[in-house]
């Protein structure tokens, strides 16, 4: 069964995201990407959230840019969780996005990362669904611990290189 369903506005957002896939696949979560746009394809983009939920998809991440619409119109369709990740494109670079993506109404959030926060939101769907996963609790701890192992690598590497 597909734990996440990734919708992305545009494929120019593609290469902003590629990271979050791979955390994504690094972490053993299933995801469906798909390009479907609040503006372009609302008909598509509904049907497509409510098919998902159906099946039961866990929880969605949105991702769009510029009048950044899809994570809100998603969650207006959908009581399951929506992080939604303002992607930098166009005249603002992404700050329009942020404030379209964050500023919901009360009763209809989207759990907000920051501009092109593409990992972060893929170890918070991790995180979300591991609350009811045992494995995948596990398997986010462990991917943080190899993260804090490479930070004291760097750290490491520096001290030696001001010795020098
Ligand atoms: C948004 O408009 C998309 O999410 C993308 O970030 C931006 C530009 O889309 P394209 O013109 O590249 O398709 O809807």
Redesign the pocket.
């Known amino acids: 069964m597909t734990q996440v369903a990734w919708m992305?506005?545009?494929?120019?957002?593609y290469p902003k995201l590629e990271p979050g896939f791979k955390t994504l696949k690094e972490l053993g979560v299933s995801v469906v990407g798909r390009v479907l746009?609040a503006?372009r394809t609302p008909e598509q983009a509904r049907e497509f959230v409510q098919k998902s939920e159906a099946e039961g998809v866990k929880v969605f991440i949105c991702?769009?840019?510029?009048a950044?619409h899809?994570a809100g119109a998603v969650a207006a369709h959908s009581s399951r969780p929506v992080i939604g990740i303002p992607?930098a494109?166009?005249a603002l670079n992404g700050l329009d996005a942020l404030l379209s993506t964050a500023q919901m109404p009360p009763g209809v959030p989207v759990a907000t990362v920051g501009i092109d926060g593409a990992v972060n939101a893929a170890v918070l769907a991790a995180q979300i669904i591991g609350t009811g996963d045992e494995s995948l609790a596990k398997k986010v701890v462990e991917w943080r611990a190899g993260q804090t192992a490479k930070v004291l690598e760097k750290d490491k590497r520096l001290q030696e290189k001001l010795k020098g």
Request: proline content about 0%; overall charge negative.
């Open positions: 992305m506005g545009s494929d120019s957002d746009s503006h991702a769009a840019g510029m950044a899809l992607v494109s166009g």
